[in-house]
């Protein structure tokens, strides 16, 4: 018995004893780590390390709030055509730095070239807006349905890794990922507001910035001289071009709609009497008619008295507008024209006609039975002027701008 009794004791100093040689050998080795942590220097390198990795994670990270979202909430402070807050969708959009339509960019970052739809983009403005967006460096698509467009108008694209043509009519549904969208295919027929809803239906699914091409035909036949945004217009609802002006109308309406209730970024351009290359030769328009007639050598045709007033822009003018309108913060209709004015009386005699005319006699036929004369048609342009800063070197006062261009 005592015997079994020391056999226990002797069995309990042991453990005792193992325990406190295992309590020895950890603090030893923890007297061996904090040793190892000391020499060399090793902790001051590592502190070292972690101060540097601090540095560079905080400057390299996005700010919590890009410069580019706080302009927009900045604008939107600005903007007093709507109480709504802007598209949130796009402001994400931009927060994940895949478009900067017009924000600013952080320093030292190359501007992000963005994904572009433009419909009508094969057309007389369009497709000098496609040629400005792909010298920019963005990546276009055109849809066009070729009904007034013309596929040569960007043949020279074709080919180009960022340039896409597509034959379709917007009054189709069509699905595009893209960051902006500028709508310009609208036929002089009821279905221009189809295919607008179809563009901002687009609009609303992807995120897009929407650019509506509107017309100053939304001023009817003006009781206000020059036309502001804030005029409301005088129009005929049942006249032979009501689908036209009326369509743009609606069109706006429905932007402006789609813009307050859906949150929307849009932007309104109301486009003057514009000239240049690659207009067609038989669009009716003043401009054209009298070029065609001068070199078919047929007398001009001045509808009414003459005296009715217009202002005519050259076409790279206009598309200048268009892009800074889209990139800026105005929403809301702004008027894209020229400032000075002539009659069509004027127009007739600086169209370039000496040569091709024989008889000076012929040089107009006055149409003045049943053609329905807007009287005066000019922009407002003080705001024009302050963000286009016009090029007064496109002066409609004579010939080359309109014989030359128009004919190459
Ligand atoms: O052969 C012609 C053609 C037109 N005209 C007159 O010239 C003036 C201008 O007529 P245009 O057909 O060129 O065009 P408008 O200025 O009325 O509208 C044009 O430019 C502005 C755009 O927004 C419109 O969409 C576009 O149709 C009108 O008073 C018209 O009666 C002529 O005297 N002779």
């Known amino acids: ?50 101060a540097a990795a601090a540095i560079f994670f905080s400057a390299t990270a996005w700010p919590a709030s890009p410069p580019h979202v706080v302009q927009i909430a900045d604008s939107f402070r600005q903007d007093e055509s709507t109480h ?3 598209r949130v969708a796009y402001e994400i959009h931009s927060e ?7 924000g600013k960019i952080p ?13 009508g983009g094969a057309g007389f403005v369009g497709s000098h807006l496609v040629d400005r967006l792909m010298e920019r460096g963005d990546s276009v698509i055109v849809v066009d349905n070729f009904f007034t467009g013309r596929k040569e108008n960007v043949m020279h694209h074709l080919g180009n890794p960022r340039f896409e043509l597509i034959r379709h009519d917007v009054v189709e549904p069509i699905l595009l990922e893209v960051d902006q969208i500028y709508h310009l295919a609208c036929p002089a027929s009821p279905t221009n507001v189809v295919g607008t809803m179809n563009m ?12 509506l091409t509107s017309t100053s035909e939304v001023y009817g036949d003006p009781l206000q001289h020059p036309q502001v945004e804030t005029y409301w217009g005088n129009v005929n609802p049942i006249g032979v071009r009501s689908c036209y002006d009326e369509g743009k109308r609606t069109a706006e309406t429905l932007t ?7 949150g929307i970024e849009v932007r309104i351009a109301r486009i003057f009497n514009t000239y240049g290359p690659r207009m067609c030769i038989d669009d009716g328009r003043v401009v054209s008619n009298f070029v065609a007639q001068a070199l078919r050598k ?28 889209m990139e800026g ?14 009659t069509m009386l004027e127009l007739a005699q600086r169209t370039p006609m000496k040569e091709t005319m024989i008889d000076k006699g012929l040089y107009f036929m006055k149409v003045l039975e049943d053609q329905i004369c807007i009287e005066e048609q000019s922009p407002n342009t003080m705001e024009h002027h302050r963000i286009i800063a016009t090029d007064s070197s496109h002066h409609l006062d004579g010939r080359t701008p309109i014989l030359e261009k128009t004919n190459d």
């Open 96 to 102: 994940l730095g895949r478009v900067n339509a017009g």
């Open 329 to 342: 913060e105005h929403v809301g209709p702004f008027n894209l024209g020229n400032p000075g004015e002539f």
């Open 84 to 86: 709504l807050p802007r």
């Open 256 to 262: 402006m709609d789609y813009h307050r209730g859906l």
């Open 298 to 325: 047929e007398p001009l045709t001045v509808y009414g008295d003459g005296k009715q007033t217009r202002s005519f822009q050259y076409v790279s003018d206009l598309v200048e507008g268009l892009m800074r309108l």
């Open 200 to 211: 901002l239906g687009l609009a609303k699914r992807i995120g897009a910035r929407f650019l």
């Open 107 to 119: 320093l030292g970052l190359k501007k992000k070239s963005l994904r572009i739809v433009v419909t």
């Open 1 to 50: 018995m005592n015997s079994r009794i020391d056999e226990g004791m002797k069995m309990e100093t042991e453990l005792i004893r193992e325990g406190d040689e295992a309590k020895r050998r950890n603090s030893v080795s923890e007297t061996n780590r904090i040793g190892y942590i000391f020499r060399d220097q090793r902790l001051v390198f590592a502190l070292i390390g972690f």
